[in-house]
């Protein structure tokens, strides 16, 4: 993963964050036993997905990588034997 630039878009920066924000939230209303609250941070949650799709959707995130196409060189024929000079 290091050899890649897996996930260092704005895009995906934006989403995991927002998500992060949203995790923290829900966690904090769980312990307080408020399940509205929770449920709220969950929604930030999904939202945080939603963002960083859409930011993808405007360029922001990783270009499609587009299926290589292999071209391979033709089989070459058997080579004959070099006859020796006497």
Same mark, same amino acid.
């Given at each position: 993963?290091? #050899? ?6 704005? !895009? !995906?920066?934006? #989403?995991?964050?927002? /998500?992060?924000? #949203?995790?923290?939230? /829900?966690?904090?209303? =769980?312990?307080? *036993?408020?399940? &509205?609250?929770?449920? /709220?941070? =969950?929604?930030?949650? &999904? ?7 859409? %930011?993808? !959707? %405007?360029?922001? #995130? %990783? ?9 391979? *060189?033709?089989? !070459? *024929?058997?080579?004959?034997?070099? /006859?020796?000079?006497?």
């Amino acid at each position: 993963m290091a #050899g890649s630039s897996h996930g260092h878009t704005p !895009a !995906a920066w934006t #989403g995991v964050t927002i /998500a992060f924000i #949203g995790f923290c939230v /829900a966690g904090a209303f =769980m312990v307080m *036993a408020q399940p &509205v609250g929770f449920w /709220a941070g =969950m929604v930030i949650v &999904v939202l945080g997905g939603v963002v960083g799709m859409i %930011m993808r !959707a %405007m360029g922001l #995130g %990783m270009p499609k990588q587009t299926a290589l196409v292999t071209r391979t *060189a033709p089989a !070459a *024929a058997p080579r004959e034997p070099v /006859a020796a000079e006497s």
